[in-house]
């Protein structure tokens, strides 16, 4: 069942956590940015297509090879974050958007505005973070 939101609808800590309404703006949030970021994947290719003559000098194709090398890393980024707007997409679908996959409480809503991606409360994902830190240093 989808609703109808306001225009000016904001998410706000005085109604019930992951209403209807609620997800609903947070599932447009992430359809919009899916978009965005599909889009700048069209013209990153167009781009890398038109861009495929050889240039003679080589400091221009250097420059010109450094330029596509950004231009795929930051493709990459942008398929990895599609994926998880599609597992928050998902999340939504579930009934489990909104609430930490660690200690199933609720994220704030300051936080899902930021980072409408976000799986983790700012606790358990600085918890995450330390851990992480920790194995990486060993």
Wanted: glycine share 4%; charged share 35%.
């Amino acid at each position: 069942m989808r609703v109808t939101l306001s225009p000016n609808y904001k998410p706000s800590d005085k109604e019930t956590f992951m209403n209807p309404i609620m997800l609903e703006y947070f599932r447009q949030k992430l359809l919009s940015w899916r978009g965005e970021l599909l889009d700048e994947s069209s013209e990153t290719l167009q781009y890398l297509q038109e861009g495929s003559t050889l240039e003679a000098d080589i400091a221009d194709r250097a420059s010109t090879e450094a330029d596509r090398s950004l231009q795929l890393r930051t493709r990459d980024r942008a398929r990895k974050l599609i994926s998880k707007i599609d597992e928050a997409l998902e999340r939504i679908e579930s009934g489990t958007y909104g609430y930490c996959e660690e200690t199933s409480e609720t994220i704030s809503l300051k936080r899902l505005e930021a980072r409408p991606i976000a799986t983790m409360g700012l606790e358990a994902q600085e918890r995450h973070e330390r851990m992480e830190k920790m194995h990486r240093d060993d």
